[in-house]
């Protein structure tokens, strides 16, 4: 699939779903553009972006991630608990078209350990683009119902992703 797409000339991007080990709370990106008008200011997205001619998905996200983030320690402990979800083309609302975006999920190993991510994400000038923001499961739920609150269509994704939550949730429940 996504060879044909970036046959055509199809951008592909990468970018990491944050949560905690219990998959009840996550981190996102929520975009600051002082650019009057922008489309992009106030939206969630992920933390993450576009390709370059020749990387791969994880050698994107790896520099995304120090693009983005002032703590190297804390990128090497994402990357380390990353791992790849299914690629899917989402709609690129903003900028029109679409593009075939490479979903990751890093899932903090305790609660600690997630309150150790998110102290280092929160602190003043630690994001650069927007600012990081917690959102529960519950919170998170009811956002995705607003696609124009999420850019380029990474509700989409996040709803896969709490289907496929729910549904490993059922099978625990019958066990």
Same mark, same amino acid.
């Given at each position: ?7 055509? =000339? ?7 779903? !944050?949560?905690?080990?219990r998959? &009840? =709370? $996550? !981190? ?9 008008? &922008?489309? $992009?200011?106030g939206?969630?997205?992920?933390? =993450? ?6 990387? +791969? ?7 995304? %991630? ?8 804390? !990128? ?6 990353? $791992?790849?979800?299914k690629?899917?083309v ?10 075939? $975006? ?15 991510? %998110?102290?280092? %994400?929160?602190?003043?000038g ?18 995705? +119902? ?21 549904? &490993?949730?059922?099978? !625990?429940?019958?066990?």
């Amino acid at each position: 699939m996504s060879d044909a797409l970036q046959a055509k =000339g199809c951008p592909h991007g990468s970018a990491v779903l !944050i949560q905690d080990w219990r998959c &009840s =709370g $996550f !981190i996102l990106l929520k975009k600051i553009d002082p650019t009057p008008g &922008s489309v $992009f200011d106030g939206k969630y997205s992920l933390f =993450g972006g576009r390709c370059r001619p020749g990387e +791969n998905s994880e050698q994107t996200l790896e520099r995304e %991630l120090r693009e983005e983030w002032q703590d190297r320690t804390l !990128i090497a402990d994402v990357m380390r608990r990353a $791992f790849a979800v299914k690629p899917m083309v989402l709609p690129a609302r903003e900028w029109g078209g679409s593009y075939v $975006f490479h979903p990751y999920v890093a899932s903090a190993t305790s609660e600690e350990h997630f309150k150790d991510w %998110l102290t280092i %994400l929160l602190e003043e000038g630690a994001v650069k683009e927007g600012r990081a923001v917690y959102l529960s499961r519950h919170q998170l739920l009811e956002e995705i +119902n607003s696609p124009e609150k999420f850019l380029a269509g990474l509700e989409m994704m996040i709803r896969r992703h709490f289907d496929l939550l729910m549904r &490993s949730d059922q099978r !625990i429940r019958m066990i």
